[in-house]
Nanobody, 124 residues
Framework: QVQLVESGGGLVQAGGSLRLSCAAS????????MGWFRQAPGKEREFVSA????????YYADSVKGRFTISRDNTKNTSYLQMNSLKPEDTAVYYC?????????????????WGQGTQVTVSS
């Protein structure tokens, strides 16, 4: 079993930045693909970004490309999501995810482990 705990969410003005962290415990995270998803009020949970086990491959939703950067530090069992140039439409609960499959294949419907989520609110 893997436990994921997100941190770093908060309130920021449009154009600002936040860095989310996801600390994993219970299993060596280097054996898992890691990712981030988000869910805005009244909307379905959607994919944001994913990173392969060793960090060599990253994937992004079109809506965040060029603004968000995913990374991981397997020595600390932690993944990160650096969010720059934030927009009001980025407002959502952000969830950390880990999966025994591939990073490229991460989907809402096939995630092995979820965090509890952290709120990100971007004001205009």
């Amino acid at each position: 079993q893997v436990q994921l705990v997100e941190s770093g969410g908060g309130l920021v003005q449009a154009g600002g930045s936040l860095r989310l962290s996801c600390a994993a415990s219970g299993r060596t995270v280097s054996s898992l693909a890691m990712g981030w998803f988000r869910q805005a009020p009244g909307k379905e949970r959607e994919f944001v970004s994913a990173i392969s086990r060793a960090g060599g491959s990253t994937y992004y939703a079109d809506s965040v490309k060029g603004r968000f950067t995913i990374s991981r530090d397997n020595t600390k069992n932690t993944s990160y999501l650096q969010m720059n140039s934030l927009k009001p439409e980025d407002t959502a609960v952000y969830y950390c995810a880990a999966d025994r499959g591939t990073a490229q294949g991460m989907r809402v419907t096939r995630i092995d482990y979820w965090g509890q989520g952290t709120q990100v609110t971007v004001s205009s």
